[in-house]
């Protein structure tokens, strides 16, 4: 390097040192120091910027800060939200360190009080997100606590600006005990993080709401067709009674379907647009120059270009041997280079990107040349290259490709790999300039109506309908079993049950008797009710109380359903099940060759209907079923469906005697 440049550099370092004196206070951010060579810690960086602000209310924002906001004005933001709390405060927002290993680690919380030693709240802020550090050393607050609940608050995400996290923050240190409220295994905020993901203003709102619409819409469809097609599966009832039943259910599903869909839709539809349905201010800074929002970073870099046209950022982590030798080589490049070695993460002005960062550099520069960003890179070892030129009348793609594949462990090998690389593009001074490759448009997310309707049919033509025969299956089974159990329990009822059966039956039979409605009963079914009513009222036998169960409900079913038939043939594998509608052949005992049987029984195959059989309690205490007591008018008389006045002279002699 030339003599007179070494003593510049000397002379600047000088004037660094002499003017590092504290400055007057003020709401903004203050900006990094002269380039060096020499790596600066993170923390001693911030420090030295810290105690340069007003004591006790210290706030520094990196230059390199990106978001929506100026780096001035996250800082009156971040004054705005602490100093209501009436404690001292020192605070860095940036986005820096990283997270990558060769930061050292991510933290700078603890260095800052160890350097600084005043007693305050103390906080570092990352440009998005709820990733922060924070501890209080001298003010009575639970740093941690309020630390997690901010983590853990609902209205924050990993997107949130610096600027409305630290809003959050301030009002739960302003309100301690409020930070209990949220804790990792529920709170207020549970059920909110799930009704986030239905929010028709966030990203994928629209989406996951479609989507549940369209499976509770497949789930009530699939799952009602099933019940109407079982109530209408072709066994016809008086007056044709079970296909209006299924088409009933059939318009009830479709109904609520259409409700399923209609109500979150119009929900969707009347949500206000939020932020996530706007251009993001850096996405639409990226549509032209200066690429970025905030200019701080690249105005400071092109003053450090003033007098060398390599500036070395201070906290960038990368090697620096060679960068003297490399200084001399861009000094005299042809075409003219300008090229800085810079801090980089997701969080900066340009999102980690070294092309942007250069053509922001290229956009604002009034220097014709090529405009080199040199970054560690994100993932492993080695350094990366991101490069533009102005006034060159180069292709921006000549440019990318003589850099892109640069590998390199330092920046003084990248950018010596790249002067040489760049002096064979072919450049076109004057001539017509092209946009930076980096320029896009802003990214939004498709109109709602379409991310609705792509879940809708996701829902409606997979999960919904999946979920609907999985219900179906597993009620099904649920059904079968429980069916079982209630048959097995109902073939063989002990006595207590049968006089608690025939006893409610009864008492409905005679409060009908001497109520008005009394004058709906046929004529010929009084003598029945009379009998049930006897029967029951006498110590009758386990085959008697069905008998006067069966007579009692006749009686009842008649009165509801004037003109009904009253002869109706009880089910002859249990008269209990109701009257008979079907006609099966069997062989079971007590029901040999056609027998007369209800609706459930009917779909039974002969085994089952065999165990089905009505069992009674005898004398001995053993199950028998009813049909051994074939000499009683009960069974001879079919409960009254035939000659029921004589089977009722009969059980009432019976009763008599007994």
Partial sequence: ?????????????????????????????????????????????????????????????????????????????????????????????????????????????????????????????????????????????????????????????????????????????????????????????TLRYLL??????????????????????????????????????GRK??????????????????????????????????????RHETPDPEDEA?????????????????????????????LAPVRREGLAETADLIATAEPPVYAAVLAMGPGDDAGGNPELLAAALASLSERDGVHLVVRHRSHGEGVEIGAHATGLGTDPYDVWNAVHDIEADTPAQALAAAVRALGDVETD??????????????????????????????????????????AVAVLGVAAGVLRGVRRRIGSRPGTRRLRRLAGAECRRLARLLSSPGAERIPASLMPQAEAALLVAERDPGPLDLVGATVLARRVLAAAREPGAPVRGRPCEVNPLHGTATERVRTRGEGAAGAARVCRDCAELTEARRRTAVLSLRGPGGAFT???????????????????????IELVLEENRVR
Avoid at 433 to 460: A, D
Avoid at 625 to 647: L, N, V
């Fill in 237 to 274: 009832r008086a007056g044709g009674g079970s296909r209006g039943r299924a088409a009933l259910i059939a318009v009830l599903a479709a109904g609520l379907a259409a409700a399923a869909v209609a109500v979150p839709h119009g929900y969707m539809v009347r949500a206000p647009a939020g």
């Fill in 196 to 233: 986030d993901d239905l929010d028709p203003t966030s990203y994928t709102g629209p989406e996951n709401l479609g989507m549940l619409a369209g499976g509770t819409a497949g789930f009530v469809l699939v799952v009602g067709g099933v019940l109407a097609w079982r109530a209408g599966r």
């Fill in 429 to 470: 001074p004057g001539g017509p300039e092209e946009p930076p490759l980096v320029e896009s448009e802003p990214s939004v997310p498709r109109p709602r109506g379409e991310r609705f309707s792509s879940g809708l049919f996701g829902g409606l033509f997979g999960a919904g309908p999946l979920l609907g025969v999985l």
């Fill in 625 to 647: 079923p009813y049909t051994h007591e074939g000499d009683s008018p009960w069974i001879t008389h079919a409960f009254g469906a035939r000659r029921p006045e004589r089977m």
């Fill in 1 to 189: 390097m030339p003599v007179p440049t070494q003593v510049a550099r000397g002379i600047a370092a000088l004037l660094f040192a002499l003017l590092a004196a504290p400055a007057p206070a003020r709401a903004e951010s203050s900006p990094p120091p002269p380039p060096s060579a020499e790596h600066t810690t993170p923390a001693a960086h911030y420090a030295a910027l810290l105690a340069q602000e007003p004591e006790g209310a210290a706030v520094v924002v990196d230059a390199a800060t990106g978001g929506a906001s100026s780096p001035e004005e996250i800082a009156r933001a971040v004054h705005e939200a602490l100093s209501p709390l009436g404690i001292p405060y020192y605070a860095v927002v940036s986005p820096f360190p990283g997270h990558e290993a060769r930061w050292g680690g991510d933290t700078v919380v603890p260095a800052l009080y160890d350097r600084l030693g005043e007693e305050g709240l103390y906080l570092r802020l990352r440009p998005r997100g709820t990733d922060l550090e924070l501890a209080a050393h001298g003010v009575d607050l639970p740093a941690e606590d309020i630390r997690l609940a901010v983590q853990l608050h609902p209205d924050l995400e990993y997107d949130t600006p610096a600027t409305e996290v630290v809003g959050v923050l301030a009002e739960i240190a302003a309100d301690p005990e409020s930070a209990r409220e949220y804790t990792y295994d529920g709170g207020p905020g």
């Fill in 286 to 314: 990226r549509a032209g120059p200066p690429y970025v929002v905030s200019t701080a970073r690249a105005e400071n870099v092109l003053e450090q270009w003033e007098g060398d046209p390599l500036y070395v950022d201070p």
